[in-house]
């Protein structure tokens, strides 16, 4: 088990209220959803593409 939540904003909340190792990962809590929605707009766009 690693105590990490699914959910971004419980992770935040939990790190700020902890001040200890946990605001050293808060990083991938805010990285990763923000990558992988640009990711997803990327694949969405290029299916989306009209054949020629």
């Keep these: 088990m690693t105590n990490a939540s699914?959910?971004?904003?419980?992770s935040l909340a939990?790190?700020?209220f902890?001040?200890?190792?946990a605001?050293?990962?808060l990083w991938?809590?805010?990285v990763f959803p923000i990558l992988g929605g640009v990711l997803a707009g990327?694949?969405?766009r290029w299916l989306q593409e009209p054949d020629i």
């Design 14 to 16: 939990t790190a700020v």
């Design 42 to 44: 990327m694949v969405a």
């Design 6 to 10: 699914v959910n971004p904003v419980r």
């Design 23 to 25: 605001l050293a990962d």
């Design 28 to 30: 991938i809590f805010i």
């Design 18 to 21: 902890t001040r200890d190792w």
